[in-house]
Structures are given as C-alpha cells and as structure tokens.
C-alpha cells in the first residue's frame, strides 16, 4: 500500500488549506482511511476516516466543524478541508488506512495498518 500525502506548507491564521493522499496498491475491501496528525511535541491524534464501501465519514468530535474529509468518484485520492487554521494545527499530517472498516479503532485508538509519509502543514502569521 502507497499514500502519498500533499497541499501541506505555511498558512496564515485563519486560512484555509486542502491536503491530498493518494492512495495506490491496496487490495483489500471494506476499509477505512483517512487523516491523523502530530503536533510538536504531542502524540499522534485521529481526525477523520472515510469508508471505502460506502463513503460514510467520522470524525474526531472536537475537530468536526472546522475539518471535512471527502474522497473523489474512484475512491483513490482522498481530500482533507481545514479552515479557520489555528496555530495549534501546526502539525505533520498523515494519509492512512485501517484494513477493517472501524472507524473508532481509526480515531481513538489509532489501530493503523498503513500509514503515509505525512506533510507538514505549518499555521504562523
């Protein structure tokens, strides 16, 4: 599996940015991928996942106003939305897959079979 991650780099506060992964070689159905981010310093944190069978989207409560996952017709690129950037979303963000299609293992527990190699998206004025 290859996620390439983009659309990362320097935003001002209270901009907005769309990140990109596009995700080749997986083989597998019924799935879930989506985004997770490390901020410096912070351990990793779930924001959204996507399922592959049916589109259906889940997010990490806090983070759902401001961040929307979708994916395109073939379900190979997937798209992560932010506005309303705070410095506080300085972070590495990364494209990845969980291989059973729980979007809660996604989140919450971070149970990543297959991650990106992420890109930095920087929030500074």
């Known amino acids: 599996v290859q996620l390439v991650e983009s659309g990362g780099g320097v935003v001002q506060p209270g901009g907005s940015l769309r990140l990109s992964c596009a995700a080749s070689g997986i083989t597998f159905d019924d799935y879930c991928i989506g985004w997770v981010r490390q901020a410096p310093g912070k351990e990793r944190e779930g924001l959204a996942c996507i399922s592959s069978k049916d589109g259906r989207t889940w997010y990490r409560n806090a983070e759902k106003g401001r961040f929307t996952i979708s994916r395109d017709d073939t379900g190979n690129t997937i798209y992560l939305e932010a506005e309303n950037l705070e410095p506080e979303d300085t972070a590495i963000y990364y494209c990845?897959?969980?291989?059973?299609?729980?979007?809660?293992?996604?989140?919450?527990?971070?149970?990543?079979?297959?991650w990106g190699q992420g890109t930095q998206v920087t929030v500074s004025s």
């Open positions: 990845a897959v969980k291989e059973d299609n729980l979007p809660y293992s996604f989140i919450h527990r971070l149970a990543i079979d297959h």
